[in-house]
């Protein structure tokens, strides 16, 4: 369905207590929760591997979307499946074989996502449309939540009409609040990741200014 989710990136959350941020940001109104992995070397920044993932996983009731910022990717995707992602995104700069990627997260029983980061153009995706159930836009260059937003709204426009009637999200990440959401979603964008814009001045402590914030976007 094409409805608006929005997808809080617990990238900007405490790292001492993901289990708590989790169930704070579903019960104020997370439709999706967005697991940032960061290798090191694809994106010049480290978060976590598939272990932490596997713990968070008791703590999300909705849909565990989790975006991988690594290369080499298929040596991973069985841990990722044993983790309990919904969703696992892969970039299609991170190999020379995104279409065997992609078709290996389906085979172990995920949706397949691919993103795109902001110099990589639509058309690197014309031929994986149907291997894919998320084309994630990157509208920052990945590695650091709080990042100035990229207009891609033009790529996001190109993508929408090359998807037609097939079921495939088109997932904005990066720089996304209050002013950006409205011109992504106009392009055809119907998730949106959004990190410090959901998680600046809460807490689990206050977990309801997690709840204003996601209804301001
Ligand atoms: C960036 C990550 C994003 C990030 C977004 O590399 O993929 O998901 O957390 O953070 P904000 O919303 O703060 O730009
Ligand atoms: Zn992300």
Redesign the pocket.
Known sequence: DRSIKIAP?I??ADFANFGQEIQAIEAQGADWV?V?VMDGHF?PNLTFGPAAVKAFRPHVKTVMDV?L?IAPVDPYIDAYADAGADVLTAHVEAGPHIHRTLQAIRAAGMKAGVALNPGTPAEAVAHLLDLTDLICVMT?N??????KFIDMTAKIRSLREMIGDRPVHIEI????DPTTAPLVVEAGADVL?????VFRGGSVEAPEVYGENIRKI
């Open positions: 990136s990238l900007s967005h940032d994106v975006h910022m920052v990945p590695g650091f939540g709080g990042q990440d990066g720089g996304v990741v959004a990190g410090s814009a």
